[in-house]
């Protein structure tokens, strides 16, 4: 009877510490699933009609970083033609990395810029500020003045911060074309996540009116 008491007793502590160990790494693996960089879209919004004539909606976000230095962002007050690269904040106005917040990936599903699904469309944008020092916030937002996104169509926009890929401590390593990881023709989170990122991913479907 006392050796059955012992052998039950000795059960119920493996049960308790495999319980634990399983709890306790379950957390760890909450917390390493928490991504450094956290993403917001305000505009546009699921399921929104947006723009004139296939332009003049608004794309805006906010990108919330470890610290502010990690982001590696500049301001920036930019537009095409004439517009870039004008005090007082010049920036670059061009598909591709943008130089203000280098880490930043945006794409549309229906673009028809450079290399369409694939193409990184941040240096579109024209402002970018900071919002908050205290959590290291940073605001991006871009009016599109061209009709290239689609007329009456519904399109994806995808935004992602990519990972700190060459370990420099700062997020600058955006791509300017996203690669087709599985080749399927349609870049979206499976090509993000295969690409690298250190944020959430954000997909918001809307219309594009003509």
Known sequence: MHKRH???????????????AT?????????????????QVFAPR???????????????????????????????LTGPASHQNQAPFPGAFAPGVDEKIPGLIVLLSTST?????????????????????KTSEIWDTWIVGAASFGDNVRSVLRVAVAA??????????????VPDSNHDGRINAIDLKAYGIASNIVAVPFQIAD
């Open 46 to 76: 699921s399921g929104d009609t947006v723009g004139k004539a296939s332009k003049g909606f608004v794309v805006d976000l906010a990108a919330q970083y470890p610290s502010l230095v990690s982001s590696g962002a500049d301001f920036q």
């Open 6 to 20: 012992l052998l039950l007793v000795c059960s119920l502590l493996a049960l308790a510490t495999t319980a634990g």
């Open 113 to 133: 810029v450079g290399a369409r699904n694939a193409q990184n469309l941040a240096n579109l944008f024209n402002l970018t500020g900071f919002t908050n020092q």
């Open 23 to 39: 709890a306790a790494g379950g957390k760890q693996a909450s917390a390493a699933a928490v991504p450094p960089v956290k993403l």
């Open 164 to 177: 700190d890929k060459n370990n420099d401590g700062i997020y600058n390593d955006a791509p300017a074309v």
